[in-house]
T-cell receptor, first 111, second 115 residues
Framework: QQPVQSPQAVILREGEDAVINCSSSKALYSVHWYRQKHGEAPVFLMILLKGGEQKGHEKISASFNEKKQQSSLYLTASQLSYSGTYFCGTVTGGGADGLTFGKGTHLIIQP | GAVVSQHPSRVICKSGTSVKIECRSLDFQATTMFWYRQFPKQSLMLMATSNEGSKATYEQGVEKDKFLINHASLTLSTLTVTSAHPEDSSFYIC???????????FGPGTRLTVT
């Protein structure tokens, strides 16, 4: 079952914050976040493996609520380079399974 | 970081011909490789899971006789699109993992256009 991402799209001014949500109807083993720019392959952002885990990388961080089967990606003080489509990919069965991706969230950062 | 390459990056072929796409893990041995397909303005869809030395596992709706996967070694998996048709035109992306809790390392993708 495909995870549900929200919002579908968001337009921000440089320096503003954004939150992208990913929810699943199935129990999650892990959640992976990627950013994809037009015509390119997805670029890995982070993987979350445990319930309640939160990770951060510079101004991008994420949380994973295993009980709620949800994950959120936080972008703070957004930069122009953050523009792209963000996908969450979920693994439900086990660690060696392929990812089921959400439909993506289009993020546009304006100067 | 681990690098995954794909070849070719772009291919145009005539309807009815077959096309082979290679996916290589350059600096690590991949226990498992995955093949995804992405149509324009859509998300990535998992096509199949490939383990070295065993038959690939295909997702529901993916024709295994049309999309042949061979995983000859721990660093190479190939996807052959047989008797390609225009509706097979898509962006094909592979990924590889080192272990069950590893992140998936994606290749740069192959854009297939069938005329």
């Amino acid at each position: 079952q495909q995870p549900v991402q929200s919002p579908q799209a968001v337009i921000l001014r440089e320096g503003e914050d954004a939150v992208i949500n990913c929810s699943s109807s199935k129990a999650l083993y892990s959640v992976h976040w990627y950013r994809q720019k037009h015509g390119e392959a997805p670029v890995f952002l982070m993987i979350l493996l445990k319930g309640g885990e939160q990770k951060g990388h510079e101004k991008i961080s994420a949380s994973f609520n295993e009980k709620k089967q949800q994950s959120s990606l936080y972008l703070t003080a957004s930069q122009l380079s953050y523009s792209g489509t963000y996908f969450c990919g979920t693994v439900t069965g086990g660690g060696a399974d392929g990812l089921t991706f959400g439909k993506g969230t289009h993020l546009i950062i304006q100067p | 970081g681990a690098v995954v390459s794909q070849h070719p990056s772009r291919v145009i072929c005539k309807s009815g011909t077959s096309v082979k796409i290679e996916c290589r893990s350059l600096d690590f041995q991949a226990t498992t490789m995955f093949w995804y397909r992405q149509f324009p303005k859509q998300s990535l869809m998992l096509m199949a899971t490939s383990n070295e030395g065993s038959k690939a596992t295909y997702e529901q709706g993916v024709e295994k006789d049309k999309f042949l996967i061979n995983h000859a070694s721990l660093t190479l998996s190939t996807l052959t699109v047989t008797s390609a048709h225009p509706e097979d035109s898509s962006f094909y992306i592979c990924s590889a993992i080192q272990g069950p809790t590893s992140k998936q390392y994606f290749g740069p993708g192959t854009r297939l256009t069938v005329t």
